[in-house]
């Protein structure tokens, strides 16, 4: 059980253009999705949290302009990446949780290359 | 400020040694405790983890984590490493957000 997928798994695309990733809780109802990055040999940084049906709550420094976060359904959240561009380059992680439940439960992440 | 540590960066040990990794925590009540695995290129994936009660839980993978709360730790350990846990631990915990330590990369040598 608690599993969450992530697509694409891996996606390269040109500098300008915008990038969906899809995080989809498979067995559960995901009440809270959450949103990583990951720089190469470091440990993740939240992006942002969000809850069904509500407007993500993005940390400090994350330009929610630029990655857009849906949460329109229990089981579906995306992250639109919005102009990448190359500094973008990274490995996102998605993870969720249910409702009153304090585990998150990870995607296996989507590595964006922008050239 | 509340953070977690994870002290060391790199461990290298022997297959079918013993291993532990060590996390420390800094929170003034007692926070949810998370221990995750991940391998190259792929998500994290849970361990264990302690809410409360025994102090010492038991995870997947053969893995084992005790909360001391006298040394706010919450040191992960395993009897006998195999090759297949080489990767990358993140200790992790709830306080009012989620924290990640800065991981420790685990070598096993045949």
């Known amino acids: 059980g608690a599993v969450v997928s992530q697509h694409p798994s891996r996606v390269i695309c040109k500098s300008g253009t915008s990038v969906k990733i899809e995080c989809r809780s498979l067995?559960?109802?995901?009440?809270?999705m959450f949103w990583y990055r990951q720089f190469p040999k470091q440990s993740l940084m939240l992006m942002a949290t969000?809850?069904?049906?509500?407007?993500?709550?993005?940390e400090q420094g994350v330009e929610k302009d630029k990655f857009l976060i849906n949460h329109a359904s229990l089981t579906l959240s995306t992250l639109t990446v919005t102009s990448a561009h190359p500094e973008d380059s990274s490995f996102y992680i998605c993870?969720?949780?249910?409702?009153?439940?304090?585990?998150?439960?990870f995607g296996p992440g989507t590595r964006l290359l922008v050239l | 400020a509340q953070s977690v540590t994870q002290p060391d960066i790199h461990i290298t040990v022997s297959e079918g040694a013993s291993l532990e990794l060590r996390c420390n925590y800094s929170y003034g009540a007692t926070p949810y405790l998370f221990w995750y695995v991940q391998s190259p290129g792929q998500g994290l994936q849970l361990l264990l983890k302690?809410?409360?009660?025994?102090?010492l839980v038991q995870g997947i993978k053969g893995f084992e984590a005790e909360f001391k709360r006298s040394q706010s730790s919450f040191n992960l350990r395993k009897p006998s490493v195999h090759w297949s846990d080489a990767a990358e631990y993140f200790c992790?915990?709830?306080?009012?957000?989620?924290?990640f330590g800065t991981g420790t990369s685990l070598t096993v040598i045949p």
């Open positions: 067995d559960f109802q995901a009440t809270t």
């Open positions: 993870s969720a949780s249910a409702q009153g439940q304090e585990t998150q439960y």
């Open positions: 302690y809410f409360s009660g025994d102090t």
């Open positions: 969000s809850n069904e049906g509500s407007k993500a709550t993005y």
């Open positions: 992790a915990y709830t306080g009012n957000q989620f924290y």
